[in-house]
C-alpha cells in the first residue's frame, strides 16, 4: 500500500537530445503513486537517460517532469527528495556501513538521536544486523547493495529510482536480491522506478513495465498485458520467445479473424485489425504427432533438438521455411519426435495474436 509520502510523477512530452544524437523522443508516462515501475529495453534504448531525466541529473531537451502536478522539471536533484540506488552501488569506502547510511540524514542536519536510531531501522530492514561497524571492501556484492538501498531509503524518500542495481551480481546473488527489493516495495510502499535490461526481472518484479527501443516508448502496461499482448512487433520478440507466422488476412468474425498461412486457416482474436503477422508464444503450442481433428495447427519438420535438462527444445521449419520452437517436457517428449520427423504444432484461437 503507498505510504503517505510516495510521489505520483508524469513525464510529458520529453525529448532529449545530445547534439543531433536524439536519445528521447516525445516519451510520456504516468507512474501512479506506490508502483514499481520498470524501465526495460536493450542497450542504447534511452531507459536510464529517462531516470536520469526524472532523477533531474539531466535536463530535458523538451518536455516536462511532474510530481503530484506540480512541475520540477527545472528542479536540481536534492530539490526533488528522491532516493537513488546507482549500478555500481557508490558507497564511500572510508565509511562504515552505519556511517554510509546515516550521510544523507548528516547532510539534512538531523538530530543526532534520531540519525542513530534510521540508522539501526535501515540495517535491521535490510538484514544487516551486526554488520553496521563493516567498512564496504569487507563485505559481499549483495550486502553492498543492501547497504546502498538501506542508505537510499533512510531518508524515507517520496520515489526510489534504482539504474540496474543487479547488473553487478552473480545469477544466485542476483535472485536473492530481487526478492529484497519486492519485499522492500512491499515494506514501504513508497514509489519504485527501475531500469534492467533482463526481461524476466522486469516481468517478476515490477506493477508496470515501460519498453523503450531507440529513444521512443514502445510500450506500457502491467507485465500479463505486455507479455501476452504486445503492442508490436519489437515488444513481442523482445519480451521471451515468440513464434511469428506470415499470413495473408481474410476476414473478421464476430471479434475472430481468420488468416492463412501456407494454405491453412489459422484464428485469432480480431482486435489487432487486419495484419500479415501472426504470434503464438512457445509455450502456449502444442506438440503433435499427427494432424488435429479441429482448432489451429501447422505442418512442421523437427530441424533439431536441443536438450535442456527437464525441457527439451525443438527446432522445427513449416513447408515455406518458416521457423517454429516450442519446449516439451523431457519426459513427455514422444520417441518419434527426432531430427526429420513430420510434426504438428497446435493451439487454441485465443492464445495466437495478429500484431
Not at 545530445?18 to 516525445?26: I, K, R, S
Not at 546473488?173 to 519504485?192: N, P
Not at 534492467?196 to 531507440?214: G, K, M, N, Y
Amino acid at each position: 500500500m503507498p505510504t503517505p509520502q510516495a510521489a505520483e510523477l508524469a513525464a510529458r512530452s520529453i525529448r532529449k537530445e545530445f547534439g543531433e544524437f536524439v536519445a528521447l523522443d516525445d516519451v510520456s508516462l504516468k507512474i501512479g503513486r506506490g508502483s514499481f515501475v520498470t524501465l526495460l529495453g536493450p542497450s542504447g534504448s534511452g531507459k536510464t537517460t529517462f531516470l536520469m531525466v526524472l532523477a533531474g541529473f539531466l535536463p530535458p531537451t523538451a518536455g516536462q517532469v511532474l510530481q503530484d502536478g506540480r512541475d520540477i522539471t527545472g528542479l536540481p536533484p536534492e530539490a526533488r527528495g528522491f532516493g537513488m540506488v546507482f549500478q555500481g552501488y557508490a558507497l564511500f569506502p572510508h565509511m562504515t556501513v552505519a556511517d554510509n547510511i546515516a550521510f544523507p540524514l548528516r547532510v539534512q542536519r538531523r538530530p543526532g538521536g534520531d540519525i542513530r536510531r534510521r540508522v539501526s531501522e535501515m540495517i535491521d530492514m535490510v538484514g544487516l544486523a551486526g554488520h553496521g561497524h563493516k567498512r564496504p571492501a569487507a563485505l559481499s556484492g549483495g550486502q553492498q547493495q543492501r547497504v546502498a538501498l538501506a542508505r537510499a531509503l533512510a531518508c524515507e524518500p517520496s520515489v526510489l529510482l534504482l539504474d540496474e542495481p543487479f547488473s553487478a551480481l552473480d545469477k544466485n546473488l542476483r535472485g536473492q536480491m530481487q526478492d529484497e527489493v519486492r519485499r522492500l516495495h512491499r515494506e514501504i510502499g513508497t514509489t519504485f522506478v527501475f531500469v534492467t535490461h533482463d526481461q524476466s526481472e522486469a516481468l517478476a518484479l515490477s506493477s508496470t513495465v515501460a519498453i523503450f527501443d531507440h529513444g521512443k516508448l514502445q510500450q506500457a502496461g502491467s507485465p500479463q498485458a505486455v507479455y501476452e499482448r504486445p503492442a508490436n512487433r519489437f515488444v513481442a520478440e523482445f519480451l521471451g520467445d515468440i513464434n511469428i507466422l506470415p499470413v495473408n488476412p481474410t476476414a473478421a468474425h464476430g471479434g475472430v479473424a481468420v488468416a492463412m498461412f501456407e494454405g491453412r486457416p489459422l484464428r485469432a482474436d480480431a482486435s489487432a485489425g487486419k495484419s500479415e503477422t501472426l504470434a503464438i508464444r512457445p509455450e502456449h503450442m502444442r506438440l503433435e504427432m499427427r494432424e488435429p481433428g479441429a482448432g489451429n495447427a501447422i505442418a512442421l519438420r523437427v530441424a533439431d533438438l536441443t536438450y535442456m535438462g527437464a525441457e527439451t527444445r525443438l527446432h522445427m521449419v513449416s513447408g515455406g521455411g518458416t521457423p517454429v520452437t516450442l519446449s516439451v517436457p523431457t519426459a513427455t517428449l514422444p520417441a518419434a519426435a527426432t531430427p526429420g520427423a513430420a510434426v504438428w504444432a497446435a493451439w487454441s484461437e485465443d492464445q495466437g495474436f495478429f500484431l
